[in-house]
Structure formats: structure tokens, C-alpha cells
């Protein structure tokens, strides 16, 4: 599984776009990045996944570079309630669905 | 559907004590996991399951078992509570590993062992 390193923390204003950077130089061709977050207290929620394409869904965009080696999660616009840890995770599948989360960026939106 | 349901909510347990974790889902998956979180740290996977009567190990096992008779129950048993086990207990769920079906997860059971 590709080691993955985030900034522990961002903030962002409100209504303006957030965008969380995630370095993960030693992922592997057949890995993806998933993004899923966690608001307080909560379980974590799936976000999106890519594995060489930008990716769009209701709730984000993913952007990964040419190489891989990085990618960066937009939520267009920031809500307050869309402050939560972020946590972004190189793995593949038919690996028993084992994802490995490490720390996770806290992304704070302020008003 | 009520997705995956966790109980209880709270729970505190003398040294020694023994409980499970109950671990419920509605949508006929058959991947199921448990993962625990550590104050201020990421969630590390403690078992999981490919099916009914299958289980296997995940990176933080001792100290806990699973069983796995139906596919909607993931029960996770401490037999011996420990201080290190105090954390908040996640279990999740998933229609398999493929790479497009996401985990689901439940609300948490936050465990204290004194």
C-alpha cells in the first residue's frame, strides 16, 4: 500500500474553494487514491476515488498529476459543514477492501 | 435502510471485564471490517470478513475475536479489557473489495476501560 503524507491542518474560508494536497510518491500503477472524511465523532464518508483521470462527483473534484505522485482534493465550495479530518489512502482492490488510513489533514472552514 | 448500526454508543469496562461489540447492516454486503481510533489518530483495521463463516486478521488483532453467521452481524468480543483498548470502535461494511465499492461505516462505539 503507497504511504501517503498530508499537512495536519488547513483552514478556509467560507464559500471559497478548499483544496487538500496528498504527496504519495511510492504509489504503485494498479493503486488508486480514495479520499473519504471524518467529521467529528462521526464515522468516516466516502468522498471519491481516481487512479490516472481527474475525477467530478456531487462533492468533489480530484486532480492527480501526470506522474502519480500527487493529487489534490477541491471542494469547490467550502461550507461549514464540510469541516472535518480528510484523509486521503492509496490502496487496490481485491486486497480484502483493506483501506489504510494515516493521519489525515483537519480542515477547518471558517465563517 | 438504516445502513450499518452500532451498539452500544458508550461504554465503560473494568480491567478484566469482557463485552461485545454488536455490528449490524441492511444492505446484504458482504465485506465487513472493524477498525479502532486512537485519540488524534488515523482508524487501524482489527478484523475483517469476505463472508458469512470467513474472517481473518487485520493489522491490530490481540486482544480481540470475531465470529461471522450471518451476513448482516459482525459481532468483535474483548475477553480480557485492557487500558490500551480504550479508543472508539468503528465497524463498516461493503458489497465487496472492488475498487469501486466504497466502505460504509457505522456511528462508533466509544469504549473507556478503567
Known sequence: ?111 | NAGVTQTPKFRILKIGQSMTLQCTQDMNHNYMYWYRQDPGMGLKLIYYSVGAGITDKGEVPNGYNVSRSTTEDFPLRLELAAPSQTSVYFCASSPSDYVTDTQYFGPGTRLTVL
Open chain 1, 1 to 111: 500500500d503507497a504511504k501517503t503524507t498530508q499537512p495536519p491542518s488547513m483552514d478556509c474560508a467560507e464559500g471559497r474553494a478548499a483544496n487538500l494536497p496528498c504527496n504519495h510518491s511510492t504509489i504503485s500503477g494498479n493503486e488508486y487514491v480514495y479520499w473519504y472524511r471524518q467529521i467529528h465523532s462521526q464515522g468516516p464518508q466516502y468522498i471519491i476515488h481516481g487512479l490516472k483521470n481527474n475525477e467530478t462527483n456531487e462533492m468533489a473534484s480530484l486532480i492527480i498529476t501526470e506522474d502519480r505522485k500527487s493529487s489534490t482534493l477541491i471542494l469547490p465550495h467550502a461550507t461549514l459543514r464540510d469541516t472535518a479530518v480528510y484523509y486521503c489512502i492509496g490502496g487496490t482492490y481485491n486486497q480484502g477492501g483493506k483501506l489504510i488510513f494515516g493521519q489525515g489533514t483537519e480542515l477547518s472552514v471558517k465563517p
